[in-house]
C-alpha cells in the first residue's frame, strides 16, 4: 500500500511538473550551427559582467577561448575570451530570472568543423516568448556593434562559406584612390540597388548585381572593393574558380549561398578559362558555363552582389561580361594626374601647393598606384623629400621600361586581398 502511495506521489510530481513546463515555462534552444549561437553566449558573459552580483553562475563558471594573431612587425598579440562553461546557471535579464542549461554532446561532432556539437536553452516563467525576441536581439546588436569596424573575408569550404583568419579592420574608402568621378560612381550605383529590392520585386527582374574592374595589376581593383565592402557594411566572400574541386554545383551553391550582406569577389576571372574547351568535362573543376549558368541562369541566386577583377579584359568571353551578368564596367588604370594628386594629399593633407608641384615633376609617368603608394611609404615622413625623389624615381621609370615596372610593382606591393 505504501509502495503504491509512492508511486503514485512520484507519477503526480512528474505530472505537475510537466504541466508546469507546458504551461508556466517557455523555452528557447539556440544550437552550435544557428548564427546566432556565438552571439548568445557572448551577449551572456557581457551580461554577467555588466550584472555583477545579479549574474550568479554565468559569471563564476566560464570556459575560454584563446585566440591569437601576429601583427605586421612580427609580435605576437594574444587576447581571450569567456563564454559560460556548459552546466547550468542562472542569471536575471530585464528584471526576469532566466536559467541557462549549456549542453556539449561527447559523442557528437560537427563533421564541417570537428567541434562537439553544443545547445543552449534558455527557459523563463511566463507564455510569451518576448523576452526571448528582445534577448535575441540585443545579442545581435551587440554583436553588430564589435564587427562594426571590421570586415570579414570568407573563403568556400565544401558547401559553407568559412571565415578566413579574423576580422580585418574596415578600409576607408577615400584611401583607394581611383581615377575622378570612378569610386563614387561605384558607391552610389551599389548604394541604389541596396536600396531597390522592392522595385525590382515589383518588375520581376532578378535582383543582383554584377561588376567589372579592369586594368593593370597593382592599379587598385581587389582594394577598392575591400574598401567599398567597408562603406556599405558588406563581408567579402573570396571565390577562385581555378581551385582543384570546384564543381559547377558546388559553385552554383556557393553563390545561392553567401552570407547575408556579403558581396562576391571573383578576382583574376580571365585566369579561370585561358584555353576554353566545349569538349573538356572534368567533374573536377568549373566549367565555362557552369560559371554562366550560376550568375543568372534559372538556379542563380538573387539578393547578390559580385564583383569580377581582370588584368585583361580583351581574354574575356562576351558571354561572360554581357548585361544582365555584368551590369557595369570599369576600367581602373595606372595613375592618373589626378591620383596623384589626391595620394599625395592622402600623405600630406595641409600641403596642396606641394601636391601641385609633385604631379608637374611626376609628367608622363606610367606608375601604378601601387608602386606610387609604396614610393610615398618611403618618404612619408617629409612631403618636401617626396618632392625631391621625384625625378629619381621618374627615371627609375624610364629605366624600367613597361614590363619590368609591372614586375616590379607586383613584387613591392603583392596586391593580394587575403593579405590585406
Known amino acids: 500500500m505504501l509502495g503504491t502511495g ?3 506521489l512520484r507519477g503526480a510530481g512528474k505530472a505537475a511538473s510537466t504541466m508546469a513546463q507546458r504551461h508556466l515555462l517557455v523555452t ?9 549561437y556565438p552571439w548568445v553566449l557572448h551577449w551572456l558573459t557581457e551580461q554577467a559582467r555588466s ?3 545579479t549574474a550568479g553562475a554565468v559569471a563564476q563558471h566560464v570556459t575560454v577561448d584563446t585566440i591569437s594573431r601576429r601583427l605586421a612587425s612580427g609580435k605576437m598579440v594574444t587576447h581571450f575570451e569567456f563564454t559560460p562553461c556548459p552546466g547550468r546557471h542562472v542569471m536575471r535579464y530585464n528584471g526576469q530570472l532566466l536559467m541557462i542549461d549549456r549542453v556539449r554532446e561527447q559523442q557528437t561532432v560537427d563533421l564541417s568543423t570537428g567541434q562537439p556539437w553544443e545547445s543552449v536553452k534558455l527557459t523563463a516563467l511566463g507564455r510569451t ?8 536581439q540585443d545579442a545581435r546588436d551587440f554583436a553588430t556593434s564589435k564587427q562594426e569596424q571590421t570586415t570579414t573575408i570568407y573563403s568556400n569550404w565544401g558547401t559553407e562559406w568559412r571565415p578566413f583568419g579574423p576580422p580585418r579592420r574596415r578600409r576607408p574608402l577615400h584611401s583607394v584612390v581611383l581615377d575622378q568621378g570612378i569610386a563614387e560612381h561605384l558607391r552610389d550605383d551599389v548604394g541604389e540597388f541596396l536600396d531597390s529590392s522592392k522595385w525590382y520585386a515589383d518588375r520581376g527582374i532578378p535582383y543582383r548585381r554584377g561588376y567589372l574592374l579592369h586594368g593593370p595589376p597593382g592599379s587598385g581593383k581587389s582594394s577598392f572593393v575591400a574598401s567599398l565592402a567597408g562603406a556599405i557594411g558588406h563581408d567579402i566572400c573570396v571565390l577562385n574558380l581555378s ?3 570546384l564543381t559547377d ?7 545561392t549561398l553567401a552570407p547575408p550582406q556579403s558581396l562576391v569577389l571573383l578576382e583574376d576571372i580571365d585566369a579561370a578559362f585561358i ?3 566545349p569538349r573538356d568535362r572534368r567533374s573536377a573543376f568549373v566549367t565555362f558555363s557552369g560559371l554562366l549558368n550560376a550568375l543568372d541562369g534559372v538556379a542563380a541566386g538573387e539578393e ?3 564583383f569580377m577583377t581582370t588584368n585583361h579584359i580583351e581574354r574575356l568571353d562576351p558571354a561572360l561580361i554581357r548585361p544582365g551578368r555584368i551590369d557595369v564596367i570599369h576600367e581602373i588604370s595606372n595613375a592618373t594626374p589626378y591620383q596623384m594628386r589626391q595620394l599625395f594629399l592622402n600623405f600630406f593633407p595641409e600641403d596642396q601647393e606641394l601636391a601641385e608641384r609633385f604631379v608637374e615633376a611626376m609628367d608622363g609617368a606610367n606608375t601604378s598606384m601601387a608602386l606610387l603608394q609604396s614610393f610615398f611609404m618611403l618618404n612619408r615622413h617629409s612631403a618636401s623629400q617626396a618632392i625631391e625623389q621625384a625625378p629619381e624615381f621618374m627615371a627609375g621609370l624610364r629605366e624600367a621600361r613597361g614590363p619590368m615596372q609591372q614586375r616590379m610593382s607586383e613584387a613591392v606591393v603583392g596586391n593580394s586581398l587575403r593579405s590585406k
Request: glycine content about 6%; proline content about 0%; hydrophobic content about 45%.
Open 51 to 53: 550584472s555583477g552580483s
Open 275 to 277: 584555353e576554353r574547351d
Open 249 to 255: 554545383d558546388r559553385l552554383a551553391h556557393a553563390l
Open 28 to 36: 528557447l534552444e539556440v544550437t552550435s550551427k544557428d548564427r546566432a
Open 129 to 136: 516568448r518576448s523576452v526571448f525576441e528582445e534577448f535575441l
Open 6 to 8: 509512492l508511486a503514485f
Open 243 to 245: 581551385e582543384a574541386g
Open 304 to 306: 547578390r552582389l559580385v
